[in-house]
């Protein structure tokens, strides 16, 4: 089943009472506001299904700006069980107006906390925020589930690829990344920058040769290549988003610059590397061109930004 919205003031949080009449969700506005309209309309379409006696799990997502339009591939199939299991695939999304963090709930974590969640940054860095349940701002019920079945996905390409509509221009951009510089950083100024995130010891456990990583795509491509590249460039997007312990949102560097109080942004590629070099799951997002996925929270990512930065 194929579903495509248009609806983008209801969806990206500008018009929460229209998406409260048109989809049965209240949206709201965040960095992850593209993002969340996929989510609202999945999030629909799943409990349409569930209370007809189906099962509805995305398949495939995609947005596009010029519209902007939500489209979502569906497999719908007989409900085989209780709902329950699918029914915790659903929740909500939280941004915190204050500090900027974001966090996810599913339904049965919201109800248990009476809907006054306080924001993520109480537990993680209490220190610095004092953020409070007011300054939080809650999207739901959405689909927090993954939003690409990477299988799909990859016979999805892989037809691409047999029909022709696919062009193999890996290898051209392969020397292309080979050949650009990589910043130096030495393994004192990794400490003194996120020291206070991480113990000395983790750091030089994870630290590699005193360069600052530039993130490994797969096919070593970079986003503007992949831009280029059109239907190559995106299903190896799409792959790179289905990876396991992502968060159901994104982070975007503008937003990252403006709550670190930067000044400027980072080079979304080696602020991805150097994150993964952590131990981070990262992974870049079809959604925005300055869009990044990372379990990290805010905090960790700002810090890692300043020393690429050396704020």
């Known amino acids: ?19 409260l009449a048109n989809y049965g969700v209240m949206t709201s506005c965040s ?14 379409a799943v409990l349409a299904g569930a209370g007809r006696g189906l099962e509805v799990r995305p398949l495939f997502s995609l947005f ?9 591939m569906l497999r719908v199939t007989r409900l085989k069980g209780p709902r329950d299991p699918l ?31 306080s924001c993520a940054c109480t537990i993680l860095y209490k220190k610095t ?15 927090l589930g993954p939003l690409h079945d990477r ?9 691409a690829r047999e029909l022709g509509w696919i062009e193999d221009v890996e290898e051209e951009e392969k020397e292309k ?9 030495d393994e004192d100024e990794k400490i003194k920058a996120i020291g206070e995130l991480y113990s000395t010891e983790d750091i030089m456990k994870s630290a590699k040769t005193g360069s600052i990583a530039t993130y490994k795509r797969e096919g070593g491509m970079s986003a503007r290549w992949r831009q280029k590249m059109g239907l190559a460039g995106m299903m190896k997007l799409l792959l790179e988003e289905s990876a396991e312990g992502l968060p159901p949102y994104f982070y ?13 942004t980072p080079t979304l590629m080696h602020l991805m590397g150097l994150l993964e070099e952590q131990g981070f799951v990262v992974a870049p997002s079809h959604l925005e061109a300055k869009g990044f996925r990372t379990n990290a929270n805010l905090q960790n990512i700002i810090a890692i930004a300043k020393l690429l930065l050396d704020v």
């Open 252 to 264: 975007n560097l503008d937003e990252v610059a403006r709550v670190g109080r930067l000044g400027t």
């Open 64 to 72: 596009s700006h010029h519209g902007p339009v939500y489209r979502l």
């Open 177 to 185: 990344e080979s050949s650009q510089k990589i910043p130096q950083l």
């Open 1 to 19: 089943l194929y579903v495509t919205s248009t609806d983008g003031l209801a969806l990206s949080g500008r018009r929460p009472q229209d998406a």
């Open 151 to 159: 299988a799909t996905v990859e016979e999805m390409e892989q037809l």
């Open 87 to 117: 029914m915790d695939k659903l929740g909500f999304l939280g941004y915190c107006r204050k500090c900027g963090e974001q966090t996810h709930l599913t339904w049965k974590q919201y109800r248990n906390r009476g809907g006054e969640a």
């Open 31 to 44: 960095p992850s506001s593209n993002e969340q309209g996929l989510r609202a309309l999945a999030g629909a």
């Open 129 to 143: 925020y004092k953020c409070n349940p007011g300054e939080m701002s809650w999207a739901g019920p959405l689909w």
